[in-house]
């Protein structure tokens, strides 16, 4: 666990560091009410098209995501720490999050296709939340399909039979014109080695967002 821990501090590190180039990316100021934990993108990126399978094992596509604040994670079912955490207060600040918009929708998506099939991935969100998406597909097109929307993942030892899925603990924010527009950042705290999103911090900047918007 403490290797896998370290892992994933170096990715979500890693991501990080590579948002921070080329000064496309700001970090928001107390003058629009939004906190240092989003990563707002000035200019929205287009996103190009991947298809990956859902959880009823239909296609999800880049399409998915139009008419939609989609707030997209990227884990996998067997993971002990980060993923059922996030999860949780996904859904418990869920309720909050549809009274700023009626649009939004969380989206899960695997980073173990061997292990993770439509049916486990259906139970596993449906647990959280019944209304959470759930997506997956080979890491040929599944890889690109993360990497555009800034969040990472590595798989070690997959030859195991109980092998562990390093992650990047970010969760990515696309509008409704499916453009990649924000990420909101995990938090480091010297007690918890597991970097979480804060769901408090989660929904106060998201509510900045919108008003920006306009939705």
Sequence with gaps: MAKTRSWTWILVAALVA?????????YASQQNSLTEAVVL???PRALKAFELTDADGQPFTEQSLLEHWSLVF????HCPDICPTTLSDLARIYPELTR???KVQVVFVSADPARDTPERLKAYT???NPDFVAATADHERLTPAVQQLGLIYGIFERDQTEYLVDHSASIALVNPKGQLHASFRP?????NPVPLVNGAELVKNFSGIVA???D
């Excluded at 590579?18 to 700001?26: D, K, N, Q, S, V």
């Design 126 to 128: 449906g647990y959280f």
């Design 100 to 102: 700023l918009s009626d």
């Design 18 to 26: 590579t948002a921070g180039l080329g000064g496309g990316i700001w």
């Design 212 to 214: 920006l918007w306009g």
């Design 187 to 191: 938090g480091f705290d010297e007690q």
């Design 74 to 77: 990227v884990g996998y079912t």
């Design 41 to 43: 993108y000035p200019e």
